[in-house]
């Protein structure tokens, strides 16, 4: 299996603009997980899907962030309008119920809005 | 109160020192947890799974401790290697929420 697919793995974006990032979880894994990771804050949850639907978006941090996962496959995470502390990696990790649930990140997206 | 903390270190172990983290939860429904290790500019990676007899794999050794609600990993004869950010992460109870600890930086010494 490919693994956690993330894209771009790299954004650089003005202050204002929109950003979405994009993840492909692995075949197979029901359980789909938005992070976002600073220094000072650590890995925080921002929202996570079961079978494509949101369980809990408490810790996205505002209304400028929103989530979608349309189908098994894929999800996104969508930022607008985006601000300099928004600056972050941005990880996606999947898990199945079945078996022991230890989740698999993607490799990240590194935001930077300036 | 954070639902997972830790000691955010850093640690820094001369090669073949014994280092311990601990980390402590708040949900007593929690039902699985981990260990993962992080390298620098990398993703979070599972180093090890958390069983409630506790669990040991070469140098680390995992155990859990229920009563206290708190993980510990033990790194044995640590290496150059060894060096990273640990973090521990707890799954919610009735649901697959996996919620991390801040990780804890360990700088194995020459």
């Known amino acids: 299996d490919a693994g956690v697919i993330q894209s771009p793995r790299h954004e650089v974006t003005e202050m204002g603009q929109e950003v979405t990032l994009r993840c492909k979880p692995i075949s197979g894994h029901d359980y789909l997980f938005w992070y976002r990771q600073t220094m000072m804050r650590g890995l925080e949850l921002l929202i996570y899907f079961n079978n494509n639907v949101p369980i809990d978006d408490s810790g996205m941090p505002e209304d400028r962030f929103s989530a979608k996962m349309p189908n098994a496959s894929f999800s996104t995470l969508k930022i607008q309008p985006s601000e300099p502390r928004d600056s972050a990696v941005y990880f996606c990790a999947s898990s199945k119920t079945e078996g022991t649930p230890e989740a698999f990140f993607g490799q990240g997206t590194r935001l930077t809005v300036v | 109160r954070k639902e997972v903390e830790q000691d955010p270190g850093p640690f820094n172990v001369p090669e073949g020192a014994t280092v311990a983290f601990n980390c402590t939860y708040s949900?007593?429904?929690?039902?699985?947890f981990f260990w993962y290790r992080q390298d620098c500019r990398k993703e979070p990676k599972l180093l090890m799974s958390v069983y409630s007899s506790g669990n040991e794999d070469g140098r680390f050794t995992a155990q859990l401790n229920r009563a206290s609600q708190y993980i510990s990993l033990l790194i044995r004869d640590s290496k150059l290697s060894d060096s990273a950010t640990y973090l521990c992460a707890v799954n919610g109870g009735a649901t697959n929420k996996l919620i991390f600890g801040t990780g804890t930086l360990l700088a194995v010494q020459p």
């Open positions: 949900n007593s429904a929690s039902q699985s």
